[in-house]
């Protein structure tokens, strides 16, 4: 009992504030679950039950994700359904200006591909259903070992914060904040740094709103977004492909980096493909989005096959936890993905990558932030016309460093670098079925497999 009696102890103690005990499927089993109440001070001699919490009505749920038990589960459940559906339906309930859900195992889930699952066969499914359509504001769980966030979908008609490890670097506090006004709910990792950041109403995202970038100490912005305008104007031909982002793809316009793109990309003697670089120096989601619309895409142009997007390390790097989460930084990037919908009415492939690592790697600051943004960033894949692509391991070494053969100073590509990522544009126009040039020479077809 000493993993669970410490920290609740350590909470009351330290935090001094109240603690309640949500049991995990791992305290159902053999003697411990025999035992568990024993060292509980449980309301109405249940582990689950429900409270006022300032504005908000929070109801604890006791969650079973098996039948490996001693008791007679069913009647359990069934006798935990009828108590939360008299709750419902209580004065309680329907005054409360919000409505928050607490329990280990989650109703659904998503895979590494970002796939949604739901088991209705697992005994703590019912409870579930009985929430729906109950205008429950917020569920907060646990049980997936992976921090995780899900927006309401076909499942659910609520968001779903989910914690992290029980491992010390994979630990979370999801932090739940409310007044009369709004309520905000932080799932934060063990360094305090906020892997996802929720609130109803939304707060302002900078993320989103489209403007022209303003500070640019190394370069001029505007110049280069004329310079980038004024390629498409005069391009010869729709390209097949453009790329959109910042210095990542800008870099490729040096001379040291350009072999590769000369190769594959420049639509002249053996280049299979004939693209646009469009990415600019400085570079975050909200300039890339006004950008976007304004002159990328001529409305009398024909839109580009493909266009892949690389956006965003600028806005983690260059602004603190507090004025653009993870969340805001994709939804940045959903934003992005929704405008060249919009502009080339649905005629382009869109590849979105997800951000690469950087500086000291998978421990750095700001790569961390990158990853908590790709979480969210690949769900915008319908494999449809929305396609991600994760290729940032391939920039690492085996020790989760920072390779900089191919990322020189850590962050931006060299030669090495590029040619990385010419062989994954390549595969990945292959798969999406656009065709190399017809007139490039006999190496094309050699050089695009």
Avoid at 40 to 49: A, I, P, R, S, T
Avoid at 70 to 98: N, T
Avoid at 357 to 367: A, L, M, T
Avoid at 396 to 414: F, I, P, Q
Wanted: glycine content about 10%.
């Amino acid at each position: 009992m000493k993993f669970v009696n410490a920290p609740m102890a350590y909470v009351g103690r330290e935090l001094h504030c109240a603690t309640r005990y949500v049991r995990g499927n791992h305290e159902y089993v053999q003697g411990f679950a025999r035992h568990l109440p024993d060292y509980m001070g449980l309301q109405n001699g249940q582990f689950y039950g429900a409270v006022d919490f300032g504005p908000a009505r929070v109801v604890f749920l006791d969650t079973v994700g098996g039948r490996r038990y001693y008791w007679d589960l069913d009647g359990y459940i069934a006798e935990e359904a009828e108590w939360l559906k008299r709750e419902v339906a209580s004065p309680e309930w329907k005054r409360a200006k919000y409505r928050v859900a607490i329990g280990h195992i989650p109703p659904c889930w998503r895979d590494a591909k970002g796939k949604l699952h739901q088991d209705v066969n697992m005994p703590c499914a019912p409870l579930y259903e009985i929430l729906k359509g109950q205008g429950l504001t917020a569920m907060i769980c646990a049980h997936d070992h992976v921090p995780n966030f899900m927006a309401p979908n076909e499942v659910i008609d609520y968001p779903l914060f989910v914690g992290g490890a029980p491992s010390v670097k994979g630990s979370t506090i999801m932090r739940c904040e409310m007044d009369d006004e709004s309520i905000r709910i932080r799932i934060l990792d063990y360094q305090g740094v906020a892997i996802h950041d929720w609130s109803d109403p939304p707060r302002p995202c900078i993320a989103t709103n489209s403007m022209p970038l303003t500070t640019s100490p190394k370069h001029d912005w505007w110049a280069s977004h004329l310079y980038r305008v004024n390629q498409v104007k005069t391009a010869p031909r729709a390209p097949d492909f453009v790329l959109l982002g910042d210095s990542i793809f800008h870099y490729w316009d040096a001379e040291r980096n350009q072999a590769s793109w000369k190769k594959f990309f420049s639509g002249e003697g053996d280049a299979p493909y004939y693209g646009l670089n469009l990415g600019i120096q400085g570079d975050r989601t909200e300039s890339l989005l006004w950008r976007i619309q304004n002159g990328l895409f001529p409305t009398d142009a024909v839109p580009p096959k493909a266009a892949f997007i690389l956006i965003g390390t600028n806005n983690t790097a260059n602004r603190r936890i507090e004025k653009e989460s993870p969340d805001d930084t994709a939804a940045g990037v959903a934003a992005i993905v929704e405008q060249v919908k919009a502009a080339t009415q649905g005629r382009t492939k869109i590849v979105v990558y997800g951000l690469l690592p950087r500086g000291k790697g998978v421990s750095d600051p700001i790569g961390i932030r990158n990853q908590y943004a790709n979480r969210i960033i690949r769900t915008l894949a319908d494999n449809k016309t929305v396609f991600y692509r994760d290729i940032g391991g391939k920039f690492l070494n085996k020790d989760g460093t920072v390779n900089l053969e191919l990322l020189d100073d850590g962050l931006h590509a060299g030669p090495g670098g590029f040619e990385v990522l010419a062989e994954d544009i390549l595969k990945t126009l292959k798969a999406l079925g656009v065709a190399p040039r017809s007139d490039a020479g006999a190496t094309a077809g050699k050089d695009s497999r």
